[in-house]
């Protein structure tokens, strides 16, 4: 469920993403997350909207020491380190060193279901890229992508599954 805080953090970065977006449509993602933080820090928010804000930042922490301690091959070869960390799924994590014979099971599992995950998206993101290419070789008068989904895919706007883009 989206919170009004969440709906606010995310106008935050929507205005500050926009404000930084080049006439060519470009933007860096750390100057993104500078303009971000410059805004959260200068900005009289309410106190939900900063504990959503701190909720956000320590998932992200979080995270971030997950996949800091995700196993990976070694120079000795093996995936082995008893401080790295074997993702469970369901939010269970468990210290490598402590991982029994059915956690390293469940992991092998949830890695090739990921791995399927991943393949399909894959696969979909390069269809999709093939036929826009083609399609851009088709119509050599076509510049954007933008215009291209229109034109030649028939994309219109469903105000319904569009995000706000307010320019300001």
Same mark, same amino acid.
């Given at each position: ?13 929507? @205005? ?12 860096? &993602? ?15 928010? +309410? *106190?939900?909207? &900063?504990?959503?804000?701190?909720? &956000? ?17 070694? $120079? ?5 380190? *008893? @401080?790295?960390?074997? &993702?469970?799924?369901?939010?269970? /994590?468990? /210290? ?6 059915? +956690?390293?099971?469940?992991?092998? $599992? ?7 995950? %991943? ?10 890229? +093939? ?19 229109? %034109?030649?895919?028939? /994309? ?7 995000? +706000?883009?307010?320019?300001?």
């Amino acid at each position: 469920m989206t919170t009004t805080a969440d709906v606010r953090l995310r106008h935050i970065v929507e @205005q500050s993403a926009v404000a930084l977006t080049d006439a060519d449509g470009r933007f860096h &993602k750390r100057h993104l997350t500078d303009a971000v933080r410059e805004q959260l820090a200068r900005e009289d928010l +309410d *106190p939900h909207v &900063k504990a959503a804000a701190l909720d &956000k930042l320590a998932q992200s922490l979080v995270t971030g020491f997950g996949e800091h301690r995700n196993p990976r091959r070694r $120079r000795s070869g093996t995936l082995f380190h *008893p @401080q790295d960390i074997v &993702k469970l799924g369901t939010g269970i /994590w468990v /210290w490598m060193d402590r991982a029994t014979d059915s +956690d390293l099971l469940e992991w092998s $599992r949830l890695s090739r279901r990921n791995r399927a995950r %991943v393949d399909l998206a894959d696969a979909e993101v390069q269809d999709y890229v +093939d036929q826009r290419i083609d399609a851009f070789r088709a119509h050599a008068d076509v510049v954007y992508l933008g215009d291209l989904e229109r %034109v030649v895919f028939g /994309w219109a706007e469903d105000h319904a599954d569009q995000t +706000d883009l307010r320019r300001s």
